[in-house]
């Protein structure tokens, strides 16, 4: 199965070092958006990202926390927000370490934070771990979300 990563990222070196490491991870080059107004328009088709076809509704989304126009964390509620795209899996992908940055992005329903790594190797090691866990090994819920009939218990 083809998978579309959705990769919002602001800083042109992070860009340059992290899409080596994607390649040698295995991961196809994820679409890139340059903040996070970019990847709302990505994410519901919007603006010049209109048509699917060309740009494919994303399995997984690689969020930077300090992002231009609208920050990772914003980009992480407005999708849990969607009632079409709030199952969509979404990794925070960053530097901060800061424990009320990992805390604040699994309340807003992060799937996973993951410290992108100034180490070339483990970098590589950490997008082959994502490529493994998250692509080639996880179901992904249909997307836009259909509704979900849940039985009611029997008494």
Not at 123 to 151: C, G, M, N, S, Y
């Amino acid at each position: 199965m083809i998978h579309t990563i959705l990769w919002v990222e602001d800083d042109a070196d992070d860009v340059l070092l992290i899409s080596r490491a994607i390649k040698k991870a295995g991961l196809d080059q994820p679409a890139l958006a340059r903040d996070g107004k970019e990847a709302v328009e990505y994410i519901s088709g919007s603006g010049k990202y209109a048509g699917r076809d060309r740009f494919p509704m994303p399995s997984l989304v690689l969020l930077d926390l300090k992002l231009p126009r609208m920050s990772g964390f914003e980009v992480l509620q407005w999708i849990r927000e969607q009632s079409d795209w709030c199952r969509m899996p979404v990794i925070m992908f960053t530097s901060s370490k800061e424990r009320s940055d990992v805390d604040r992005a699994y309340a807003l329903g992060a799937n996973a934070y993951l410290l992108k790594s100034v180490e070339h190797h483990h970098l590589v090691e950490a997008l082959k771990a994502v490529r493994a866990f998250w692509l080639d090994l996880t179901l992904h819920p249909t997307l836009p979300a259909q509704t979900i009939v849940v039985p009611s218990p029997r008494v």
